[in-house]
């Protein structure tokens, strides 16, 4: 698929990984709906600006994606504006940390509402209009922690391992109307999540600063020795959405971190 004049919808966009990616498929001529809460409006207006920094087109439209009349919403209004969705990245994402013990059912729901029941909404919401068209990407964000268990954080982990297998369900669903489904697992990006979430849960672990438990994880633990950016899961969506024959994978991009 060619990007330029194409239209993708990034939920989570406002800022962070969707941020990056929303400004990576920019830079390759598609427009882009930023789909996300309304109190990240501020954030959003700052990534349609830096989309139209970049010379393109850019809409910011309402969601909380575990609703399926706002998902379905989100996309009759980028068809509205511009007539067709060509591509929807599944980014809009929770955390939160805790051992299984202490951990509240409610955030629990909460983690897989948002994750993979939204998942599994936005899709099923573009699906019906990409199989007519019989094109189209869907890209749905996984993580490290969807390839390997770790502690503290079980309800993320099973929610995006829940989201691989369903990327792998819904590509041979899709793949009759050449519709390609993939998944993109990060490592450690610098956003609000690992600084706000998990980098206090490992400061408060290992006893040291946050900003040292950054550098350890980024300088030591990571093969390549640095940390990945928004920037980088922008350009491995862009790769998804050139690649004609890929459907049904996960793509690490983690530099090293995970390697199944």
Known sequence: MQ???????VTGGARGIGRGIACELAKEGARIAIADLPATDA????????????GGDAFGVDVDVRDEAQTQAMVQATIDRWGQVDVLV???GVIKV??????????????LDVNVKGTFLCSKAVAG???????????????MAGKAGRGGVSAYCSSKWAVLGFTQSLAHEMAAFNVTVNAICPGEVDTSMWREVLLPAV????GGSQEEAWTRMSETEVPLGRPQTAADMGQAVVFLCKADNITGESINVSGGSEMG
């Not at 209009?129 to 189209?136: E, Y």
């Not at 400061?203 to 290992?206: F, G, L, N, P, Y």
């Open 3 to 9: 990007l330029q004049d194409a239209v993708a919808i």
């Open 43 to 54: 954030d959003r207006r700052e990534t349609i600006d830096a989309i139209r920094r970049l």
């Open 90 to 92: 599944n980014n809009a």
């Open 98 to 111: 805790g051992p299984v013990f202490m951990f509240a059912a409610d955030d629990f729901d909460l983690i």
């Open 129 to 143: 209009h990409m199989m007519q068209r019989r094109q189209g990407r869907i890209i749905n964000l996984s993580s």
């Open 203 to 206: 400061a408060a672990a290992t």
